[in-house]
């Protein structure tokens, strides 16, 4: 017996140390393309401090080694000007190349040259249960996140993982067990209830009384990816367009609507169809629908799968383009107790950041 447990324990040991290793592997190998985004903004004209800007953290990951960075758009849209620091602790001005309000992802670019980039997985691997490594800006620090998949939204195309991150972890990658790039963080699971259920005062909650979220949500990095491509190349995303206005009824997507000078009613669509397929995937709702007509290119030629008075029948459209005006108005609205926490969230940023530039005042 006695021996039984030593050759257990001694298992155990080499087995631990070995995952040791490779997980610092992991970070050790992406950290040099993992970078601190700090986003400047000028006073509101009612704040009376001492300086004449105050700013916002996020992160960010080069995926170009001529130096483009994606990170989300929420840290550093309206900023007057974009630093990054490097892993070397080399600070740099980024400039904004360009930014996605459908899917909250923006693409900045900084001046330094050949620069370690992220190697890019495949986030159509992904599964439940996969380890998540998270590299993100801790107020200036690269901190590391552990954390695990705990759900896969093929209608919304984004993965939640559970893990412990702070609000400037916006934009931070999230790594496979590979050492790959499978997703962005984009946005915390339902902030409010996460951070003050009980009332707690948010300066209890942020000076460690209480536990910062969760559960995070991240995008998958073929959609960001898709995104980033298209920014780079043209300054903006554009979207396919069907013209079809769908509902949900019991398990069955159906056409209530059809615009007129459309691909919808060129293609022959009608109200009262139920949408089986879309470019032969089947529909798993009418936010599904949307997603992959949106992400596909306009004039591409699509099939869809349609059941009418009780027949399958097929029908091609080609798609056209999404005018501005439709996608703005496509952009989910935030709730209001979104609106409340993040407000919460940005005066922490810009009260630390007023701290910084106190403490680092010549």
Sequence with gaps: MALCLFVGKGWADGLLHALENEIAAILEKNRQGVVCIHALYPRPQADNGPFGSVFAHGTGFVFDPRGYILTIEAAVKDAEEIRVTLASG????????????ISGIAV??????????????????????????????????????????????????????????????????????????????????????AIAQDGTPLSQTVFGWRPMPSSIF??????????????????????????????????????????????AIDGGLQP???????????????????????????????????????QGVTKQVVLCQMDRSTLASSRPAPTPEDVAVYQQINYLQREVGRLWQILHRK
């Design 90 to 101: 080399v600070q740099a001005r980024a400039s904004l190349v360009g930014t996605d309000p």
């Design 108 to 193: 900045i670019r900084t001046e330094a040259e050949n620069l370690p980039a992220v190697v890019i997985g495949d986030s159509q691997k992904i599964r439940i249960g996969h380890y998540a490594f998270l590299l993100g800006n801790d107020f200036g620090n690269l901190v590391p996140a552990f954390g695990t998949v705990h759900e896969v939204y093929p209608d919304t195309d984004l993965i939640q993982v559970s893990a412990h991150v702070q609000s400037s972890y916006g934009g931070a990658p999230v790594f496979c067990s590979s050492g790959r790039v499978g997703g962005m963080v984009w946005r915390y699971q339902d902030p409010v209830r």
């Design 218 to 263: 991240v995008i998958p990095i073929n959609r960001a990816m898709r995104v980033a491509r298209a920014l780079v190349a043209h300054g903006q995303m554009v979207y396919g367009k069907l013209g079809v206005e769908v509902a949900q009824r019991g398990d069955e997507v159906v056409v209530v609507n059809v615009q007129p000078n459309s691909p």
């Design 272 to 310: 009262g169809d139920v949408v089986l397929s879309f470019r032969g995937r089947a529909i798993a709702g009418p936010i599904h629908l949307q997603r992959m007509v949106m992400e596909s290119a306009p004039g591409e030629a699509a099939t869809l799968g349609i059941r009418r008075d009780g």
